[in-house]
């Protein structure tokens, strides 16, 4: 079955633990990216990669980091997380690099609470 | 930079009543426009994209159309299934290299 998979689902953790939440995905997609989503501010772009060893900022890139040394997988990783960080966290791949963003395909989410 | 703006944000319909989301955007040269389909605690599903002015697609009871500043989700006769919150999202010019810019989103609760 086509998926993306995030690990963990859920996450508490306190200001300054380092973190990292997986992401793969079994489909051989070129573009993966991450989103965050809180209300009122709807989802927006962290990270995107366009193909291994490739990544580039989104909008909302600060207090993140992100790698792509293997194609099916790309972690996004909190060195320092801070409360305002707190949110629920998707990652997506897609098949089209040249396109980009059509079918994006979204894996189950990622809930993030940081004290 | 690009920007997206859904209207209305929350839309009650008996079933049965069809009606119409808007997404409008602001983007420097259009590379796609999408539509997604988001239940309460789970990821997006996608559903469709369009290129270009005049575009037209439709599944099931969504139809979605394009024009140079909005977007267009139609609903007919929907079902309580269809309740769900609708995201918008383009694809920006070159210079948003490529960045995917998601409007708020309209909730949507049909009521059998």
């Known amino acids: 079955e086509a998926q993306v998979t995030q690990n963990p689902r859920y996450l508490i953790t306190v200001t300054g633990k380092k973190l990292t939440v997986t992401c793969s995905q079994n489909?051989?997609?070129?573009?993966m990216s991450w989103y965050r989503q809180d209300p009122g501010l709807g989802l927006r772009q962290i990270y995107y990669?366009?193909?291994?060893?490739?990544?580039d900022k989104g909008d909302v890139p600060e207090g993140y980091k992100v790698s792509r040394k293997e194609k099916r997988n790309f972690p996004l990783i909190l060195e320092s997380p801070s409360p305002n960080q707190t949110s629920l966290y998707f990652c997506?791949?897609?098949?089209?690099?040249?396109?980009?963003?059509?079918?994006?395909?979204f894996g189950p989410g990622t809930r993030l609470l940081v004290l | 930079e690009d920007q997206v703006t859904q209207s209305p944000e929350a839309l009650r319909l008996q079933e049965g009543e069809s009606s119409s989301l808007n997404c409008s955007y602001t983007v420097s040269g259009l590379r796609g426009l999408f539509w997604y389909r988001q239940d309460p605690g789970k990821g997006p599903e996608f559903l469709f994209t369009l290129y270009s002015a005049g575009e037209e697609k439709e599944k099931e009871r969504l139809k979605a159309t394009l024009t140079k500043k909005e977007s267009f989700l139609h609903i007919t006769a929907p079902k309580p299934e269809d309740s769900a919150t609708y995201l918008c999202a383009v694809h920006g010019g070159s210079a948003a290299g490529n960045k995917l810019t998601f409007g708020g989103g309209t909730r949507v609760l049909v009521k059998p």
């Open positions: 489909m051989n997609h070129e573009y």
């Open positions: 990669s366009m193909n291994v060893e490739v990544t």
């Open positions: 997506a791949s897609s098949p089209f690099p040249g396109q980009g963003q059509e079918t994006q395909y």
